[in-house]
């Protein structure tokens, strides 16, 4: 098994590799050894800038920065970038269109033990809902790095999402390549079509191959981009395989379950099934036990691809 | 006053706009752009200008008749204010209207880009100027001292922010909806170089801003001592005017006091 590694750390290293782009400048509040922008900070330490325990001015004068052809990383813990720093995201970076990238570390349940206060299970749904913003949650540490290759060029707002648990490499397939707003297919399949974003791609890796064993071909797209959407590759699934189930480490309501939805009822309406947080804060404890606990694993996603079967053959 | 003029006469037009927030702040945005700020106005962009945010981003009122009276756009784009089919929002709009350095509304956002724009040139080592208007209501918001705890602990000489204290917001006067207190005094224990001038006399606003320019190793606020809905006899120090449109009696009151101000200043 491939060494796991958390999607916050493949960024950090990346994000330093960039740095020799002098137009990169980082700001963090307070908790670059966790976001793992420190890295960068201490290699170039004139384009960092610690703003102390204040999102909301740091995501503003990230505004002002990217007016003077910086490009701007801001870090937050997820729920304090995307929760917090809302209005200052929505109003001070994407309404005049800044080409600021908004990182939002330790996302979703698989916090862990800090609890439901840090646990954000909304910030896609969040960033998702504003104009001309870029959702983006890589499934593992070699994505992230291509990942922020990628925002990096792209011109405008983005939000990235990222982890703060290990987990495999599940995107090391042939033919890889990162493209924002392109799902990637990790397996082929043509019974049910599984559609997972962030560490949920490594479930849905996982259910195939155990839906594999009782002779289920589920087709498993890895969602990277959550905004635009591929919706070519929803709706070729859905025409291909007749029925989807979604997961996600996020609120079922908003997140990657509700853009998908949202496609399929207006293009192509199949049975699918929601796998993520059921509309429910979360709570301390460890990382697997909570996801296992929220009903978000590998196991949860068969039952729902059975389900999802037994429903299109009737 | 051709500011107030003009800018009145947008609202006419507009049937809304904040006039009285406007009207306060008319003599430090004439001192700015017509005096003080190193603009090129067919040149909107040019990268070693000064720049300018209008924090309270509600009062385009003044920002947008001074913008075209400076020779960024033409007048006529006035008639299109809060219009559908024209691009003069009602909060100040950075991506379609020349001259506009940010875009705000949400309030106390435009101080934090202030101070990023700040920091940002230093970083390109530019010798230029970033000037912020805030109004004495908005910084009830806590990410104006967010932006005043970094820009000081920065020593961001370059940021002189400037608060339009006319004692009025929405809903009735600061002291009544929530006391800001000593604001001298809380400005300097941030770090800030604070002068306390008369936001209506040109010529000491103009010398506060020289003193401003002048001081080295700290950011500046100017504490501009205003009167909401300036000119207007009948707007002054009142909260209804905040966001109010005249009738057309009203509107008649109004330039016929403009007007003979501006005849007596000899315009």
Known sequence: ?314 | MDIRITGLKMVQRAHSGHIGGAFSMSEIMSVLYFDKMNIRPDEPDWEDRDRFVLSKGHCTVALYPTLALRGFFAPELLDTFRKIDGHLSGHAEMRYVPGVDMSTGSLGQGFSAAVGMALGAKLRGKDLSVYAVMGDGEIQEGQIWEACMFAGAQKLDNLIGIVDSNKVQLDGTVKEVLDTGDLRQKFESFGFFVQSVDGHDVEAFADAIDRAKAEKGRPSMIIADTVKGKGISFMEGQSAWHGKTPDEEQFKTAFAELYQRAEELGA
């Open chain 1, 1 to 314: 098994m491939a060494e796991k590694i958390a999607t916050r750390h493949a960024y950090g290293e990346s994000l330093e590799k960039l740095g020799e782009d002098p137009r990169i400048v980082a700001l963090d509040t307070d908790v670059s050894t966790c976001t793992m922008s420190v890295i960068f900070g201490k290699r170039y330490p004139d384009r960092f800038f610690n703003c102390g325990i204040a999102e909301a001015n740091m995501i503003g004068m990230a505004a002002g920065l990217s007016t003077f052809g910086y490009i701007p990383f801001v870090h937050a813990f997820a729920m304090f970038m995307a929760g917090r720093g809302y209005d200052q995201i929505r109003n001070s970076i994407c309404y005049p269109g800044l080409n600021v990238k908004c990182i939002g570390t330790h996302a979703g349940l698989s916090v862990g033990e800090d609890g439901a206060t840090h646990q954000c299970v909304e910030d896609i749904a969040l960033m998702r809902a504003i104009p001309g913003m870029t959702v983006i949650c890589p499934a593992d540490g070699k994505e992230t790095v291509e990942a922020v290759r990628a925002i990096a060029r792209y011109q405008g707002p983005v939000y990235l999402r990222l982890g703060r648990l290990a987990v495999e490499t599940v995107t090391d397939v042939d033919g890889y390549t990162y493209q924002i707003g392109k799902a990637v297919q990790l397996r082929q399949g043509s019974d049910v079509a599984i559609i997972a974003t962030g560490l949920m791609a490594g479930e849905a890796v996982r259910a195939a191959d155990m839906l594999k064993e009782e002779g289920i071909a589920a087709r498993v797209l890895n969602m990277h981009t959550i905004k635009p959407l591929d919706e070519e590759a929803v709706l070729k699934a859905a025409e291909e395989t007749g029925c989807i189930v979604t997961a996600e480490e996020h609120n079922v309501m908003g997140g990657l379950g509700g853009t998908v939805s949202e496609v399929l009822a207006e293009g192509c309406p199949v049975p699918m099934r929601r796998i993520g947080v059921q509309d429910r804060f979360g709570r301390s404890g460890d990382a697997r036990e909570l996801l296992k606990q929220y009903h978000i694993c590998a196991e949860d996603i068969c039952l729902a691809a059975k389900k999802v079967i037994v429903q299109k053959e009737k």
